[in-house]
């Protein structure tokens, strides 16, 4: 099945998307992530998008969608994918359903109070690009990631002046693709606002009904 997990920045879809990924076994494809990648190994791609992100700023629809084409063609999303970053414009989410439509948009809602705390305490891990935080999911050992002993950074994104970028273009480009997915009876919200292991529970529990309802 193939989902979209949609949100703000911080509200959590990185996070649920890899326990999604675990549980459903699905693969976890995020654009965010990718161009990480990129960066950390200093790739053309990487040095192409590499200020664009730290200002905080979106990297343009024609290369986005370009990516996501290529990786959907991938053997491994052929019975389905999670999708964590895209689409983020109108642009991206008609190109999305032109060429590979999506079942489910899996909307993260979190307040701007929740959103912002949790990137301020954001620390990721270089090797397998998984989120933790200081307070609300810390490490067994400071700086270590539990999942592969991975070194922990903060994203530069995550400084102050990026993240209000950030939420600004969320505003403006992103939130209103709610109600175009709306429109194509495809979006599913889901209360983000509590701990993880809660909107873990409440999230698993409509993805299992929903892969449940195609099977049947
Ligand atoms: P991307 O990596 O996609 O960033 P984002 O959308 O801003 O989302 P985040 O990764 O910040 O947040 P998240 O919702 O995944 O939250 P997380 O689970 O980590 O994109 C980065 C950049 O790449 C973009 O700004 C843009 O420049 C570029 N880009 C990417 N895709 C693009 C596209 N399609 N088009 C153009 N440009 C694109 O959680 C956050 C923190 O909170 C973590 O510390 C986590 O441990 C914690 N946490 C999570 N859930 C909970 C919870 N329920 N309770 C408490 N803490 C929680």
Not at 190 to 205: H, I, Y
Request: with cysteine; charged share 30%; proline share 4%.
């Amino acid at each position: 099945m193939k989902f979209v997990f949609f949100g703000a920045p911080g509200a959590g879809k990185g996070t649920m998307a890899a326990k999604a990924a675990e549980t459903f076994g699905f693969p976890h494809i995020s654009t965010g992530e990718i161009f990480r990648g990129a960066m950390r190994d200093g790739t053309p791609l990487g040095l192409k998008v590499k200020a664009i992100i730290e200002s905080g700023g979106l990297v343009s629809d024609e290369l986005t969608i370009g990516l996501v084409e290529e990786r959907l063609a991938m053997p491994d999303a052929k019975a389905g994918w999670l999708l964590d970053g895209f689409p983020r414009t109108l642009g991206q989410a008609e190109a999305l359903a032109a060429f590979c439509p999506e079942d489910h948009v899996i909307d993260l809602e979190a307040s701007d109070e929740k959103v912002l705390d949790r990137l301020s305490g954001r620390r990721m891990c270089r090797s397998c690009g998984r989120s933790w935080h200081v307070r609300f999911m810390p490490t067994a050992k400071p700086g270590i990631c539990d999942h592969c002993g991975g070194e922990l950074y903060t994203r530069d994104d995550d400084r102050e002046e990026s993240v209000k970028v950030r939420l600004e273009n969320y505003r403006s480009q992103t939130a209103p693709l709610q109600d175009y997915y709306r429109r194509r009876g495809t979006l599913v919200t889901v209360d983000g606002e509590a701990d993880a292991d809660s909107v873990w529970t409440v999230l698993k529990g409509v993805m299992e009904r929903l892969v449940s309802a195609r099977q049947a």
